[in-house]
T-cell receptor, first 115, second 114 residues
Framework: GENVEQHPSTLSVQEGDSAVIKCTYSDSASNYFPWYKQELGKRPQLIIDIRSNVGEKKDQRIAVTLNKTAKHFSLHITETQPEDSAVYFCAASRMDGGSQGNLIFGKGTKLSVKP | DSGVTQTPKHLITATGQRVTLRCSPRSGDLSVYWYQQSLDQGLQFLIQYYNGEERAKGNILERFSAQQFPDLHSELNLSSLELGDSALYFC?????????????FGPGTRLTVL
């Protein structure tokens, strides 16, 4: 089955700096890669996602890149702010045209943005 | 607010007991997924239902079962509870958008087994 590795497990940056979180996946049939942000005690919230037919996607300060050949994808946050502090999870799933889209998650990255 | 609701918010029970967690998906969503989040195992997929039928199974123990009712709400039943079952249980519901099954998570139920 699919396995998703996520690095680093913790990341501390100064406000205004960039943060990069990397994930690798094992199943070449995976074709959908969402990123979730989870604040302490709260639900995971979708922040951005990318499909395998796209190499990069950007939404304001957040971008995701995908390298299908190497089977890795990354989350980039620019101009970080203290409110970006949270745990970030990458995930992978296979969309077969039906709704079999159970997500396989990485272990998470705890991002701390210091003011 | 994602529109997905879960009850109860917190549940404290003893080993050996049985509990039921409830999830109401967003209006119009046909799929419900259940995930378990523990400190050592992260977020793990348990089971998926689509329009009342089981669609996919993940790392769900035999002591756990789920179902989705005609009104599309879902229940996760956990029996013969063990200390290790203490975790956050999330459900997510999904809508097919441009061929992608985007999942929105509920607020979770925190289960504590003493």
């Amino acid at each position: 089955g699919e396995n998703v590795e996520q690095h680093p497990s913790t990341l501390s940056v100064q406000e205004g700096d960039s943060a990069v979180i990397k994930c690798t996946y094992s199943d070449s049939a995976s074709n959908y890669f969402p990123w979730y942000k989870q604040e302490l005690g709260k639900r995971p919230q979708l922040i951005i996602d990318i499909r395998s037919n796209v190499g990069e996607k950007k939404d304001q300060r957040i971008a995701v890149t995908l390298n299908k050949t190497a089977k890795h994808f990354s989350l980039h946050i620019t101009e970080t702010q203290p409110e970006d502090s949270a745990v970030y999870f990458c995930a992978a799933s296979r969309m077969d045209g039906g709704s079999q889209g159970n997500l396989i998650f990485g272990k998470g990255t705890k991002l701390s943005v210091k003011p | 607010d994602s529109g997905v609701t879960q009850t109860p918010k917190h549940l404290i029970t003893a080993t050996g007991q049985r509990v039921t967690l409830r999830c109401s998906p967003r209006s119009g969503d046909l799929s419900v997924y259940w995930y378990q989040q523990s400190l050592d195992q992260g977020l793990q997929f348990l089971i998926q239902y689509y329009n009342g039928e089981e669609r996919a199974k993940g790392n769900i123990l035999e002591r756990f079962s789920a179902q989705q009712f005609p009104d599309l709400h879902s229940e996760l039943n956990l029996s013969s509870l063990e200390l290790g079952d203490s975790a956050l249980y999330f459900c997510a519901s999904s809508v097919l958008t441009s061929g992608v099954d985007t999942q929105y998570f509920g607020p979770g139920t925190r289960l504590t087994v003493l």
